[in-house]
């Protein structure tokens, strides 16, 4: 039998795998500290537990993660990791500093099968999901990596570094890299929850944020199991547009999604949604674009976070210029909205939304992956 990833297990599956080992629900407890609080993968190194249940654990279970293939840190401070997933297959995992906090963002697949026309990974084709060791393992190494950023630091002699509270780097994460997390439901659902237990990481409700293209099944199921805070690509103010965009659109409408949102406001542990919206010069900018978009979040409490487009190769698309996102968002702000225009971080290492592209073999057959550069 291969070795079982411990990493796989939320805690409700690692005290049933432990039951089946005949021991107690608190070992299970333990392990998980070891594991995920520690970073310790290797259980000679777990000294409360007793030898016989080492040695057993040695002989049939791993904490096995991704390899770091390739660690970029940009001029102001962002990190990218790019991570084997096997099958000459990468994801792309950021981190992105800021004053008062830390936010990792994550990838839930290898590529996406929806093809949001203006994505990058979405343009690459599908491969396929990843495990929740491969998903909480981003935040595992990451965390490590971190780190040992900071005691590098130290050992080069820095005043600073060692008065500075780095312990926990990671205040917030974000699935917003590659991959749609609630087409990968279940794996994100256990790696979910050990972002949030405490034998864990610990990460309050609010600092874990869910970003979806609108699969509304999965957003009612999300609500039930467990409401993290939200975030819901946009994109289109009228399903015409949206239709073309974000193709899921024409199997779950915006009239649908805007109700998905308002059931899901019953649980979520802030009292918004954070309605993306990616800025495409000509195509999504215009003023009468921000007007019906007023009208569509009419009845769902809501702040926007304005993404100017981040090019990448083979695209036809452009970004509009300052002036017209600052048209946009003053439209919206005049109508009350909370509007924020997100900065691009990680320029000079391509760590920005939507250009996360990994390496992925596609295994979907689809024909078109590039959109075609207009001459
Ligand atoms: N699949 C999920 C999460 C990953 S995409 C989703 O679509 O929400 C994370 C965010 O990056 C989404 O809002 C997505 O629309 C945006 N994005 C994708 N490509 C982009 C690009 N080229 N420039 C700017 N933002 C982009
Ligand atoms: Fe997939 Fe999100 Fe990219 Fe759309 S924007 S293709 S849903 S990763």
């Known amino acids: 039998m291969p070795a079982q990833n411990l990493l796989d297990f939320d805690l409700a599956g690692l005290t049933g795998y432990f039951a089946g080992l005949g021991e107690k629900p608190f070992r299970a407890r333990q392990v998980m500290r070891w594991i995920h609080q520690a970073g310790v993968a290797d259980f000679s190194q777990m000294s409360d537990l007793a030898r016989t249940l080492r040695e057993k654990l040695a002989r049939e279970a791993t ?104 312990e926990r780097p990671i205040t917030n994460v974000v699935l917003m890299g590659m991959g749609e997390p609630l087409a990968n439901y279940d794996a994100v659902l256990a790696a979910l929850h050990l972002m949030l237990d405490d034998h864990a990481y610990g990460l309050s409700r609010r600092r874990v944020t869910v970003s979806t293209s609108g699969l509304v099944p999965a957003m009612d199921r999300l609500r039930e199991d467990c409401p993290v805070a939200l975030a819901v690509s946009l994109h289109a103010p009228n399903d015409p547009l949206r239709d073309e965009l974000v193709p899921i659109n024409r199997k779950y409408p915006l009239a649908e999604l805007m109700s998905a949102c308002q059931r899901y406001l019953e649980r979520a542990p802030r009292d918004f949604i954070t309605f993306e919206y990616i800025l495409l010069a000509g195509i999504n900018d215009q003023p009468a674009h921000a007007r019906e978009l007023i009208a569509l979040v009419r009845d769902v409490p809501c702040k926007f976070n304005l993404i100017p487009f981040n090019p990448f190769p083979g695209t036809g698309y452009r970004r509009p210029d300052s002036q017209a996102i600052q048209r946009f968002r003053d439209l919206l702000m005049q109508a009350g909205h909370v509007v924020t225009v997100r900065k691009t971080r990680g320029d000079d290492i391509d760590a920005a939304c939507g250009q996360l592209a990994g390496r992925v073999q596609d295994k979907t057959r689809r024909t078109v992956h590039r959109i075609e550069v207009s001459p």
Do not use: M, Y
């Open 63 to 166: 904490v096995t993660v991704p390899q770091i293939l390739t660690e970029q840190v940009a001029s102001d401070g962002t990190c990218k990791w790019l991570l084997d997933v096997g099958a000459a297959n990468g994801i792309e995992t950021v981190f992105i500093p800021e004053e008062t906090r830390g936010t990792l963002c994550i990838s839930s697949q290898v590529g996406c099968a929806l093809a949001c026309t203006f994505c990058s990974t979405g343009q690459q084709g599908f491969n396929r999901n990843l495990g929740t060791a491969e998903i909480i393992g981003q935040l595992w190494l990451a965390n490590r990596a971190l780190a040992q950023h900071h005691d590098g630091d130290r050992v080069a002699g820095s005043t600073t570094a060692s008065a500075a509270p780095c």
